[in-house]
Nanobody, 122 residues
Framework: QVQLVESGGGLVQAGVSLRLSCAAS????????MGWFRQAPGKEREFVAG????????FSADSVKGRITISRDNAKNTVYLQVNSLKPEDTAVYYC???????????????WGQGTQVTVSS
């Protein structure tokens, strides 16, 4: 049974940093393309960042470029999303997902976590 479990969210003030984690079981993160998405209330799920199966290439959305880093620890079977200089508009539920290749389309991912809430106060 595949499980992706996100953690690390919370209520923070603008300007601080957070590192979100996605711990996988039932699959090996180095065998999948991994992505991070977010969904704010009333909005569609939005691609944030992705990392290829090889781990050699990462992608990020223009809205967060320069403020985020996606990384992977194969030994811990965990993917991370570091978000710096948080802004109120970063408030959303953050999800990790596993798929065949990195895509900005949520439908391209086969497995999803339950999400972790990030709330940024001004």
């Amino acid at each position: 049974q595949v499980q992706l479990v996100e953690s690390g969210g919370g209520l923070v003030q603008a300007g601080v940093s957070l590192r979100l984690s996605c711990a996988a079981s039932g699959l090996t993160v180095s065998s999948y393309a991994m992505g991070w998405f977010r969904q704010a209330p009333g909005k569609e799920r939005e691609f944030v960042a992705g990392i290829t199966r090889s781990g050699s290439t990462t992608f990020s959305a223009d809205s967060v470029k320069g403020r985020i880093t996606i990384s992977r620890d194969n030994a811990k079977n965990t993917v991370y999303l570091q978000v710096n200089s948080l802004k109120p508009e970063d408030t959303a539920v953050y999800y990790c997902a596993a798929g065949v290749m990195v895509s900005r389309d949520p439908n391209a991912y086969a497995y999803w976590g339950q999400g972790t809430q990030v709330t940024v106060s001004s």
